[in-house]
């Protein structure tokens, strides 16, 4: 499998730490909000990048963290603490704030089967973790305390830039999002490891440190997180492009700094999902959510279809329209796959499946192409086999793009058919209804009801004159086990 690697710029073979195991970690949302579906199309497409590892046959370990503390409205730890600003827009605590995002977050992950990862850590539970790292780090020079707060000294480092070669006075004012700057810092890039003065008096999250009580900066959790679940020595790491600089960028420099060594191999950066003015924003605007999606009609299955039908590493333009296309595209290969019906004991072609589903692994193996995939489930529909055998490449392929492609024919052929059914009841009342307008066929009906009475009270006699004297009028009578229906010669 080829995966493009932001860390060295290249495309190159993916070759686990060790044979048949894959360690991933993901950057998790910052609950002091919903997500955007700009968020969510990072989470599909690193969903898409760990359910096909599975079906590669990987055990894949997927760990994530829930930023609940210490990330600042700038990434460069600057501004206010998104949480304390969440917390005061809605009259609640940071914790009650971070439970019920955190909560509306996996809700929105689940109607767009997002998978959980097998690991989910809040970044408030590991506060020994980062106190250790920090220590390290200070034992080892490459950290010093200035005025109250412990920083990362990035001057320390043989190389800093990892996934861009800027000029670092370019990036460092592209994070900056017009706040002041923090002159406790030896080097621009210098960032906080921990917290014990600040501007937030009322910070809601303290704990006690080597340093005073305060509170760990935003990347030292994405490094204490992973290496506490995952090791010393990591496969993936995944996040939105936004992520790399600083985020990422301070997490390999801290990491590798107190490991001593390298530590994670290959990082994948889902680019950005922009409206067409521009950059998606949760206060700006019309906030983009799944719920909008929901209100506005559109089945969430249509938005993961929607960014599976680009490449993760290029950037994907959001409007209405474009959503109205990916439905009437979803709905029409919903058809077609409901079209598909199997004849009464068809099997699979294991021949037909096998060269088939190629198309599928290599696409996918291309450096997690999902458009290419999306081709190739076209090309299912196409292929020259039976339907039992494509209905079966669409159900595996499903294990990775989870569109639910199989559910939903089930339930577009469960409302034709009950469409069909609500037609042919509608039909035979109206024809019931005119018969009985008609003075022979109502003495017919009151004729079989009699019967039918004198049956049940045993007057057999009563019963047989009656079919006689219907017989006598060219009416035969039929018994069946719904009750008895009528024939006029
Ligand atoms: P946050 O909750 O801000 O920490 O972001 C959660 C994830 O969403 C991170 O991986 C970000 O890099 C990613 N992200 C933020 N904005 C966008 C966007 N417009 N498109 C795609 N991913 C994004
Ligand atoms: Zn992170």
Redesign the pocket.
Known sequence: MILYNSASHKREEFIPNEPGKVSMYT?G??VYHF?HI??L??YIMEDILDRYLRYAGYDVTRVMNI?DVG?LSSDADEGEDKMLKGARREHKTVMEIAAYYTDAFFADCEKLHIRRPDIVQPATGCIDEYIHIIETLMEKGYAYFSNGNVYFDTSKLEKYYIFNEQDAEDLAVGVRESVEEDTNKRNKNDFVLWFTKSKFEDQALKWDSPWGVGYPGWHIECSGISMKYLGEHLDIHC?????AFPHHTNEIAQSESYLGHHWCNYWMH?L???TADG??SKSKGEFLTVSLLEEKGYDPMVYRFFCLQSHYRKALVFSWENMDNARIAFDKLIARIASLKPAEGETVDEAAFAEVRQGFVKALDNDVNTSLAITALYDVLKAKTNDATKLALIADYDRVLALGLIDHAKALNDKLAAEEAAKAAAKKAAEEAAAAADPFVAEILQLIEARRAAKKAKDFAEADRIRQYLADKGVTLVDTKDGTTYKID
């Open positions: 950057c949302p910052t997500a700009g968020n199309r990072s930023t990330h996040g939105g492009i936004d992520n889902v950005h999902l922009n950059k998606m």
